[in-house]
């Protein structure tokens, strides 16, 4: 996968310590705040440019999106929505930052998908019906995370987000295993987190295979298509999931998780892959 000199050099997001300033931390703007008086300060927003992605030569998905992790969007994007099953199957991935257009070649013709579908929130993601969900099987491992830890990784997973904690504004996902954080990242689209998440994962080779996915926004049904197909068997949330998502939740195997606050959680489906210490009678 080749890149000029106009893409991102790293093969994956920097460390959240390692990076700081505007691409990272939000764009800062003077404001005058009113708090019993008039006072012109300086405060962080979240970045938002439009972003192009243009797959073969043609135009996949124009989309609203945190001008950082450009790259790991798009190969998320393009595994999330079943067009490409490794980052080998890109043959040239070129991501243009002045413009904000990322430029994708495949080593095989993919046809153009005939439906997109607007998903709805903050930033405006795109997802292509049904054709996502091809392919999609049911989940058999018998991955078991614990309540205990899925609280503790939720606590660490909200204090490590930079953007969401300085300015607000902006979803973030992670990955993880029981032993922490693999990956996170931020953006004012929640689905562009997820597709972030698994783009940084498959660039930098680490298994999605019995990990859980969390997410500061809502589940719905097309994020955990994403997990699905990632092979993630539990889904968590600080807030809720939709109906549609529950309903994938049982029928695919993956334990949907919401309202993870102050020690207390909503299983939705699959309650068995949750460890819960029962109380003594």
Same mark, same amino acid.
């Given at each position: #996968? =080749?890149?000029?000199?106009? =893409?991102?050099?790293?093969?994956?997001?920097?460390?959240?310590? %390692?990076?700081?300033?505007?691409?990272?931390?939000?764009?800062?703007?003077?404001?005058? /705040?009113?708090?019993?008086?008039?006072?012109?300060?300086? #405060?962080?927003?979240?970045?938002?440019?439009?972003?192009?992605?243009?797959?073969?030569?043609?135009?996949?998905?124009?989309?609203?999106?945190?001008?950082?992790?450009?790259?790991?969007?798009?190969?998320?994007?393009?595994?999330?929505?079943?067009?490409?099953?490794?980052?080998?199957?890109?043959?040239? &991935?070129?991501v243009d930052?002045?413009?904000?257009?990322?430029?994708? /070649?495949?080593?095989?013709?993919?046809?153009?998908?005939?439906?997109?579908?607007?998903?709805?929130?903050?930033?405006?993601?795109?997802?292509?019906?049904?054709?996502?969900?091809?392919?999609?099987?049911?989940?058999?491992?018998?991955?078991t995370?614990?309540?205990? +830890?899925?609280?503790?990784? #939720?606590?660490?997973?909200?204090?490590?987000?930079?953007?969401?904690?300085?300015?607000?504004?902006?979803h973030c996902? %992670?990955?993880?295993?029981?032993?922490?954080?693999? =990956? &996170?990242q931020?953006?004012?689209?929640?689905?562009?987190?997820?597709?972030?998440?698994?783009?940084?994962?498959?660039?930098?080779?680490?298994?999605?295979?019995?990990?859980?996915?969390?997410?500061?926004? +809502?589940?719905?049904?097309? #994020?955990?298509?994403?997990?699905?197909?990632?092979?993630?068997p539990?889904?968590?949330?600080?807030?809720?999931?939709?109906?549609?998502?529950?309903?994938?939740?049982?029928?695919?195997?993956? %334990?949907?998780?919401?309202?993870?606050?102050?020690?207390?959680?909503?299983?939705?489906?699959?309650?068995?892959?949750?460890?819960?210490?029962?109380?003594?009678?």
């Amino acid at each position: #996968m =080749s890149e000029s000199k106009k =893409s991102c050099s790293r093969r994956a997001c920097p460390p959240l310590s %390692a990076t700081s300033g505007a691409g990272r931390r939000g764009a800062r703007v003077k404001i005058v /705040k009113c708090d019993g008086r008039a006072e012109k300060v300086i #405060m962080s927003v979240p970045e938002e440019r439009s972003l192009t992605i243009l797959l073969n030569g043609e135009e996949l998905a124009t989309l609203l999106a945190t001008p950082i992790c450009l790259k790991e969007l798009a190969v998320g994007l393009l595994y999330a929505e079943g067009f490409v099953d490794r980052p080998g199957d890109v043959e040239r &991935l070129v991501v243009d930052e002045d413009d904000f257009v990322i430029r994708v /070649k495949t080593k095989r013709p993919i046809q153009r998908p005939l439906r997109k579908i607007y998903t709805s929130g903050f930033g405006k993601g795109v997802t292509f019906g049904s054709s996502n969900q091809k392919g999609l099987v049911p989940l058999t491992s018998d991955k078991t995370f614990s309540a205990h +830890r899925i609280v503790n990784l #939720m606590r660490k997973f909200l204090s490590s987000t930079e953007i969401h904690r300085s300015s607000g504004g902006v979803h973030c996902s %992670a990955l993880c295993d029981e032993e922490g954080i693999l =990956s &996170l990242q931020e953006d004012i689209g929640r689905h562009n987190t997820i597709d972030k998440v698994l783009g940084d994962a498959l660039l930098r080779a680490i298994p999605t295979k019995d990990k859980a996915l969390f997410t500061t926004g +809502r589940i719905s049904s097309e #994020m955990l298509v994403k997990a699905i197909r990632a092979e993630i068997p539990v889904a968590v949330s600080h807030s809720t999931p939709t109906d549609v998502a529950v309903k994938l939740g049982e029928d695919y195997g993956v %334990a949907v998780i919401g309202y993870v606050r102050m020690g207390k959680m909503c299983i939705f489906s699959h309650p068995e892959r949750v460890k819960v210490k029962s109380e003594k009678s």
